[in-house]
T-cell receptor, first 113, second 112 residues
Framework: GENVEQHPSTLSVQEGDSAVIKCTYSDSASNYFPWYKQELGKRPQLIIDIRSNVGEKKDQRIAVTLNKTAKHFSLHITETQPEDSAVYFCAARVTGGGNKLTFGTGTQLKVEL | DADVTQTPRNRITKTGKRIMLECSQTKGHDRMYWYRQDPGLGLQLIYYSFDVKDINKGEISDGYSVSRQAQAKFSLSLESAIPNQTALYFC???????????FGDGTRLSIL
């Protein structure tokens, strides 16, 4: 089955700096890659996603890039703010596997003042 | 989203007890999922259902069972709870055609 690895497990940045979280996947048939943000004690919430026919997608301060050849995708947050502090999860979905997602193990992002 | 409601939000129980966690949704989605979250392990899929007559095992189904009572309701049962099932449990829903999954607020389950 699909395996998703996520790095780093913790990330600390200064307010205003950029943050990058990277994920790799194992199944070349994966075609959809969402990112979820989970604040302490709350539900995971979808913040951005990308499909395999696109190499990059941007939404204000967040962007996701996908390299299908290398089987990795990354989340980029620019101009970080304290409210960006949370756990971020990447996930991958295999074509023909229904809508099942395989999640990475999460990155704890801390934005320091 | 308040559209995906999980009950109870917190539960403490003893080893060997039967427990049911419930999930209901008003999003009109056909697909529903149960996940377990443990610290450092991300979200692991327990069971999923694409409609009332379709139930599928996920990565970690042992020790769990589910029931899809209606399109809007999907319950997760632990027939005889054990301490290593202590975790945060999330229900999620999605539409067809590869639509994104939306999560409920979670149930924090502690088994003593």
């Amino acid at each position: 089955g699909e395996n998703v690895e996520q790095h780093p497990s913790t990330l600390s940045v200064q307010e205003g700096d950029s943050a990058v979280i990277k994920c790799t996947y194992s199944d070349s048939a994966s075609n959809y890659f969402p990112w979820y943000k989970q604040e302490l004690g709350k539900r995971p919430q979808l913040i951005i996603d990308i499909r395999s026919n696109v190499g990059e997608k941007k939404d204000q301060r967040i962007a996701v890039t996908l390299n299908k050849t290398a089987k990795h995708f990354s989340l980029h947050i620019t101009e970080t703010q304290p409210e960006d502090s949370a756990v971020y999860f990447c996930a991958a979905r295999v074509t023909g596997g229904g809508n099942k997602l395989t999640f990475g193990t999460g990155t704890q992002l801390k934005v320091e003042l | 989203d308040a559209d995906v409601t999980q009950t109870p939000r917190n539960r403490i129980t003893k080893t060997g007890k039967r427990i049911m966690l419930e999930c209901s949704q008003t999003k009109g989605h056909d697909r529903m999922y149960w996940y377990r979250q443990d610290p450092g392990l991300g979200l692991q899929l327990i069971y999923y259902s694409f409609d009332v007559k379709d139930i599928n095992k996920g990565e970690i189904s042992d020790g769990y069972s589910v029931s899809r009572q209606a399109q809007a309701k999907f319950s997760l049962s632990l027939e005889s709870a054990i301490p290593n099932q202590t975790a945060l449990y999330f229900c999620a829903t999605s539409g067809g055609g590869g639509q994104p999954q939306h999560f409920g607020d979670g149930t924090r389950l502690s088994i003593l």
